[in-house]
């Protein structure tokens, strides 16, 4: 066995997005223990930068040391046991996910479909609210799998109507599109490192709020998790009356998810936001003037990640290969019934540029057009430099 | 917010250890995708290296994606439902913890209680399996609060023989003793990253044999735990039959782990465990000369783990806040109720040197020499030396 050198890879598929140097040289920084006061004191910016990053002055933010999963788990397993009631909107693979997580804690699930694509119908959801005593509504507020935008603010209010607790799935919005708990009323919301923020995956930011905590603080029977049983994990990370040791942090992932929160801050989250948008745009541009077309209908369309419909007679695995081999650029299959329907185009943190733009259309009109599509490469670059100096 | 630049830090405690600048380096590569086919290359390396240093050649082996307590939740929620039972011997925090665990999954948990800083007594267990109809048995193989070893091959073969599957928790031992999985006859062993493999915290290497694999596939119900399903993870790590998608790898992480199994694959692992040994004896030779004694017998005791005694009228936290401030060097404190009686100092992976020995003695006969206790760094050093060269 040798080491490893990885190839040079430039990641717009749907997350982990190309990681800065920057962030992969904090990676680097020498372990310290995680009781280390000088850790204590990096504990205490990240959880301030977070609850700044999604505007949650009054929430608990804190990096879960798991991948963006362990954040839904996390908040289903913690607010929900045995006889409980969770309403959960599903409209793409991550909330099919929550549905199964709500089923291993023992709750009762009262599903929303809405279709693969669409935003969540807060019509739909209110209907399944009413009268229905659910403790819970969860629901995704940037489906990974569709490239749909739902209304975070609208649906958090329907569950403070109905007497229930909101869990929001940030993963793929936070740092790319505003993620603002206090505005909304979230109590629980979770994101991972691996997409707008453009750190490596494996860690979840985490925000619970007051009504959250005191459900959890109320609960019957045990937590059906230890590592994310956020009694445990509060007592940890709270910094009040000395830290109580519950595990080991993944302290050098932290050491990236800081660095990543201080470039986000440099940058201005605003600024950073437009610059999603703005490439959003450069992007679909191009790909719209090559004749492709989106998934996502463009009022719910999230600019960091594009669900794009292949065409007819492609081999989309194909075209997959030929950037990968060709351009060394990876982007992502569609999941579940979306599987061999679409490709997923991420733009997302340090993969929101100009280049990657550019870069994108080439290779992918290049690839199209080895398979006898139209060669459209200068009508879609031409489009994209439109967007790209307006 | 400013980037962070943790202080150096020498890494004498219960882990993290000291994380070398081949190690730190390797995280710091350009991150890639976890489909990518690369990185599924790096997985395969991973899983053989793994199974060879466990001497596991039948054994499912694969990293989890979170710290060393994810190995023990995977093997505990994924044997036991509830119904089931499950014997747990408990000589240390992490015993408990077993038994925490055992209860969330529903489990009736029988107990086998030894003194903190002893082994597992097999008797004990033995009387505890008879006529139980344990679907488990789950004990510490090395005991990182107390730094006692038990006898996992004793333990295993009753397991075997009262028709219950042995989990072996090897945390701290994994690197530094020997874990032999086909020998011991183990079902499932977990181990953690930031001990005697010297990567950061944040993975856990396991492994499951066939029959638990089997125990998990006949299971009545769902596992508790969607991360750490290991009906989902083996399908996302197996490499039958093409990957299903499960949760995103903390690819960098993955990185680091990778470059420290090439590093023990080029020191020998026969000869890591030769080191370890003998760095074990020369400081604790050290330690004997200046007055300090161990919890643990010296048959029972963990090379790299070393639990010493405090000495009568010794302020504890004052000697670990000398050696942080004057040596940048950590040790560790007790836990529960050693908490105040024993440091723990460990002696893992990189941090097991001569340098370390050296650094450890010099530095707490110092720490100790400032509270009026006698000045035996000299017979310390001499007496270590004469263990060095040896």
Same mark, same amino acid.
């Given at each position: ?47 301030? &930068? ?19 999963? #362990? ?16 309403? =959960? ?25 809405? #279709? ?172 719209? &003037? ?23 007679? =492609? ?61 459209? &490469?200068?009508?879609?670059?031409? &489009? ?7």
């Amino acid at each position: 066995m040798k080491s490893f050198e990885p190839p040079r890879r430039i990641l717009m598929g749907p997350g982990p997005s190309d990681v800065s140097p920057r962030v992969l040289a904090a990676l680097a920084r020498p372990t310290i223990g995680h009781l280390d006061p000088a850790f204590q004191g990096l504990m205490e910016e990240i959880k301030a &930068a977070l609850a700044r990053l999604m505007n949650a002055p009054s929430h608990a933010c804190l990096p879960l040391p798991a991948p963006g999963t #362990a954040g839904m788990e996390a908040a289903l397993m913690n607010l929900l046991e045995p006889g409980d009631r969770a309403v =959960i909107a599903v409209n793409g693979q991550f909330g099919e996910r929550m549905v199964d997580i709500a089923g291993r804690a023992g709750a009762q699930v009262i599903r929303v479909d809405n #279709a693969w694509g669409e935003a969540v119908d807060p019509d739909k959801v209110e209907v399944a609210l009413k009268g229905a005593g659910a403790k819970v509504l969860a629901f995704v507020h940037a489906e990974t799998s569709t490239g749909a935008l739902s209304d975070a603010g609208a649906l958090c209010a329907l569950a403070r109507e109905h007497g229930a607790l909101s869990v929001v799935d940030c993963v793929t919005s936070l740092g790319g599109v505003p993620v603002d708990i206090d505005g909304w009323g979230a109590d629980v919301v979770y994101s991972g490192t691996q997409k707008c923020l453009s750190a490596p995956p494996g860690l979840s930011p985490f925000a619970m709020g007051l009504r959250a905590r005191e459900a959890v603080s109320a609960r019957r029977e045990k937590v059906r998790n230890w590592l994310l049983d956020m009694n445990l994990i509060m007592a940890y990370w709270s910094g009040e009356g000395g830290r109580t040791y519950h595990h080991t942090a993944p302290i050098n992932a932290l050491y990236g998810l800081h660095e990543a929160l201080v470039v986000l801050e440099e940058e201005g989250v605003a600024v950073a936001h437009a610059r999603h948008r703005r490439m959003h745009e450069a992007l679909a541009a191009g790909l719209e &003037a090559a004749g492709l077309r989106f998934l996502a209908s463009p009022q719910h369309r999230l600019p960091q990640l594009n669900a794009v419909l292949i065409p007819d007679g =492609i081999d989309e695995a194909a075209v997959r290969a030929r950037l990968l081999g060709a351009y060394s650029l990876e982007i992502g299959a569609g999941l579940g019934p979306l599987k061999g329907r679409i490709w997923r185009i991420g733009l997302m943190g340090s993969s929101a540029t100009p280049w990657h733009v550019r870069l994108c259309l080439t290779a992918l009109t290049d690839a199209l057009a080895a398979q006898n599509y139209p060669d459209l &490469a200068r009508a879609a670059l031409a &489009a994209a430099e439109k967007r790209l100096s307006d």
